[in-house]
């Protein structure tokens, strides 16, 4: 049985990539950190009691700041891959946090390919990339486009990208670069833009709120479903050499076009409740993130099938639903068509939901 560790594993993509590894005969073993709240509740419908001797989800305290807690837990678990997603992700918090989001997002990349090499696992090792590395250079932005970040995430990014090449060079490690481009889903948080607006839309549609407030409109960004692109993730690791890859769709709507789409699927004209405020713009903004994915279709035959206009389906579909509101269901509908039984909306989507709904304000 292979066994993978996942730092990150109760965010977006560590929960999707849960699923999809334990769909494949995983045993999977997933680094959280210790909160005073309960924080596991994207996962909560895959988790098995660990006394259950079919169980083969495990969670592990720990924190990428810590080197010893890593050294402990890579040594005893001895994994076969090790899928680096934990960082601090959010950009704007970045610009106010820039010294715990390289403490984090960059250094927690070196600490983890360190204590591999020093205990002498061979794992495979994913890093987590992000297209804001790229920040001001033109797009298409593909694997041999230059580096440009415009905020202290996309530094940190950058540092974690040229450590994971260095170990692969220096240490003959099978050590990959994921470049992903915005990808997001039902299980996005609160306060990303795309989720903030879905959110935003089922509020206004019960009642709840009417105007939404949103910075620039006029930047571009290439929008996929996170789902798809865990998978991506996992086929890097299973390819016969480690290489980096670009994730995207190819296609930037603007963040104005996604707004539009979502509210006018969900019967509403955003002009009447969006209102723009300065507090949300960056201090240095990323005018356009478009991934030119040429190689991942040609060596990983990875294809995107969700689009931003099946994506604001389906997010706006998730979020009508979790307030109890009816939804369209073109949203439902699509991941009945193009997803296999490891991501259903009644077996992953609907338990997330069920939970967001207990915690309705």
Do not use: C
Not at 134 to 157: H, I, L, N
């Amino acid at each position: 049985m292979q066994k993978a560790l996942i730092t990150g594993v109760t965010g977006q993509d560590g929960s999707y990539l849960a699923e999809l590894l334990l769909s494949k005969g995983y045993e999977v073993h997933g680094l959280i950190r210790k909160a005073s709240t309960f924080n596991t509740e994207r996962i909560e419908h895959v988790y098995q009691d660990p006394h259950d001797p079919a169980a083969r989800l495990f969670l592990h305290y720990g924190d990428l700041t810590n080197a010893e807690q890593l050294t402990n837990m890579i040594h005893g678990l001895q994994p076969d891959e090790i899928y680096h997603l934990g960082a601090q992700s959010h950009v704007m918090v970045s610009f106010e946090m820039p010294e715990y989001t390289g403490q984090v997002t960059g250094l927690g990349t070196t600490r983890i390919l360190e204590r591999m090499r020093r205990a002498g696992v061979r794992a495979r090792f994913y890093q987590a990339s992000s297209s804001e590395m790229f920040g001001a250079a033109p797009p298409p932005q593909s694997e041999t486009t230059p580096f440009r970040p415009r905020s202290p995430y996309g530094v940190a990014k950058v540092y974690g990208y040229w450590m994971a090449v260095n170990y692969r060079e220096a240490y003959d490690m099978f050590a990959v670069n994921g470049i992903l481009f915005n990808h997001e889903s039902p299980r996005r948080g609160e306060t990303f833009l795309t989720r903030k607006v879905t959110r935003a839309i089922a509020r206004i549609k019960g009642g709840m709120q009417n105007k939404l407030y949103l910075g620039n409109l006029k930047s571009r960004r290439d929008y996929g479903y996170a789902p798809e692109y865990v998978e991506a993730m996992w086929r890097m690791l299973q390819f016969d050499r480690p290489e980096d890859f670009v994730i995207g769709t190819g296609v930037a709507p603007t963040i104005e076009d996604f707004v539009a789409e979502a509210f006018g699927y969900a019967g509403l004209d955003w002009r009447q409740h969006v209102e723009i405020d300065p507090r949300y713009f960056r201090p240095t903004e990323v005018d356009d993130l478009r991934a030119d994915a040429a190689k991942a279709r040609r060596l990983l035959e990875w294809e995107p099938k969700i689009d931003y206009k099946s994506l604001a389906r389906i997010m706006v579909d998730a979020d009508l639903e979790s307030f109890g509101l009816a939804a369209p269901g073109e949203g439902i509908a699509l991941l009945k068509k193009h997803f296999s039984e490891w991501h259903r909306w009644d077996n992953s989507v609907r338990p997330v939901l069920q939970g967001a709904r207990s915690g309705v304000d």
